[in-house]
């Protein structure tokens, strides 16, 4: 259970597009031709050169996310992950904060639903360094009893925070309406990861490290100023001889849900509501109607030309903040969403407009001129997107976990470029169905009682 991201707003200023899409295309023409994909020490490792001088930036994953743990203590794998920077069996976490600070280098350790997942940057003449910090805090965390009630301390606290948030309260609820029990995507109650956090020993984070850890379906991506044959050796060097690890079990469509359609989170003395609206969507990233319908999607709610934002906010005044999305279908079927967030005086009026707005684009479709433009400022951002080393990287990782060669970041312009408006449209009719979608709201609400 990771803390929210925050995501920026793409510019809408066509002649500056333009020119950056330009300059993008000319950068990274040719992707797949120049990436060096090998299996090394059992990792599968994606390395690829930029014009970028001296720096390095490596992502990299393994399947040891909260969907392992689920069935013991939901809280498990997120605190093993918690654990690997706090000190292995050779160096405690004063000594490897100093190995890095020292050479100015960065290394940081997630957990999700179902990856752990990493994410460094270094000069280039410290790559070896930082792959074998990396290869050490994989293999031989210390679980050392004193920080691990640190940690238990600092997630519980951090959890307790989140809980505060309107917008976590929101997504929180969303996650349990549209999915299931026993879909991946199904988020345990916070309430539920603070009592199993507390009750968490040693012996079951050990005894999980060593389940799920290991080289096995573990993926390591370095873009930059790389010497291939210095990577590799440093690679080879530092996860010589692990083993273990395990792949990402299958996981079925998911059925609906039987949870209420509509769902209140009473939170007293907020200053806004946030509301998410939605459904299951049905489709993983890999589905072959998923660009349509995300496509549809940009045009309702993403960015300043989308018709949420130039309705319901520019025009009417009516939300802080609006747009629409799919999301959490990179290894499962995902859903799809719009969120808000009102002032509660103007709640009824604000949601009751979101509602007329997609009824509006579901009955009557995109036109010609909002797909064009889509599709120039689809294909702007995707190619910005691969600009800095930390975007190649997490394009190169996430194109991976699609379940894609790497042919398809050459690909997806020419993909997004040959959608038709008639594709689009038929897309929303045959996955969405917005008189049935749920509707979460959390924060001060007037006259409501609780739901949780």
């Not at 440093?234 to 001889?241: P, S």
């Not at 719009?338 to 009557?364: C, M, N, V």
């Amino acid at each position: 259970m990771s803390p929210s991201c925050s995501r920026s707003l793409f510019p809408q200023s066509l002649g500056w597009l333009a020119w950056a899409v330009l300059t993008a295309t000319l950068t990274h023409a040719q992707i797949a031709r120049n990436v060096v994909r090998q299996k090394i020490a059992g990792v599968d490792v994606l390395a690829y050169k930029t014009g970028v001088e001296e720096v390095i930036t490596l992502r990299g994953s393994l399947p040891a996310g909260d969907i392992f743990s689920a069935q013991g203590n939901v809280a498990i794998a997120t605190l093993t992950g918690l654990m690997l920077d706090k000190g292995t069996t050779r160096h405690d976490k004063f000594a490897i904060a100093e190995k890095l600070e020292g050479v100015g280098a960065t290394l940081n350790f997630s957990v999700d639903m179902e990856m752990l997942e990493f994410q460094a940057k270094c000069l280039k003449k410290d790559i070896a360094l930082v792959v074998g910090l990396l290869a050490e805090q994989l293999r031989s965390p210390a679980f050392s009893p004193e920080e691990f009630t640190k940690v238990q301390k600092q997630f519980v606290g951090g959890l307790r925070r989140q809980m505060e948030s309107p917008d976590f309260r929101a997504a929180d609820a969303f996650s349990r309406a549209v999915y299931p029990p026993g879909h991946p995507n199904r988020q345990a109650a916070p309430t539920e990861f603070v009592t199993a956090t507390e009750r968490a020993s040693l012996a079951e984070l050990k005894a999980f490290h060593a389940k799920y850890y290991g080289p096995a379906h573990f993926t390591l991506v370095a873009v930059g100023d790389i010497d291939v044959a210095q990577l590799q050796e440093a690679i080879a060097h530092a996860f010589n001889g692990w083993t273990g690890g395990v792949a990402l079990p299958p996981v079925a469509r998911s059925r609906e849900s039987e949870a209420p359609r509509t769902q209140t989170v009473l939170m007293p003395d907020k200053a806004s509501v946030s509301v998410i609206l939605g459904q299951a969507s049905g489709l993983r990233h890999s589905d072959p109607d998923y660009l349509a319908i995300r496509m549809a999607t940009a045009i309702l709610g993403s960015g300043f030309s989308s018709r949420l934002v130039g309705q319901v906010r520019d025009t009417e005044g009516l939300t802080y903040g609006i747009g629409s999305r799919l999301g959490n279908d990179t290894f499962s079927d995902g859903d799809w969403r719009i969120g808000a967030t009102f002032s509660p005086d103007l709640l009824a009026r604000g949601l009751a407009s979101t509602k007329r707005q997609l009824e509006q684009w579901y009955q009557a479709g995109v036109t010609a001129q909002e797909v064009a433009q889509r599709k120039t400022n689809l294909i702007g951002e995707f190619k910005l997107g691969l600009a800095t080393t930390e975007g190649m990287a997490g394009a190169l990782l996430v194109t991976v976990h699609r379940g894609y060669d790497v042919t398809w970041l050459d690909n997806y312009p020419a993909k997004i470029n040959a959608l038709t408006v008639a594709e689009v449209n038929a897309a929303v009719k045959k996955y969405l169905r917005p008189e049935n979608m749920y509707v979460v709201q959390a924060g001060t609400i007037p006259e409501a009682g609780a739901q949780k």
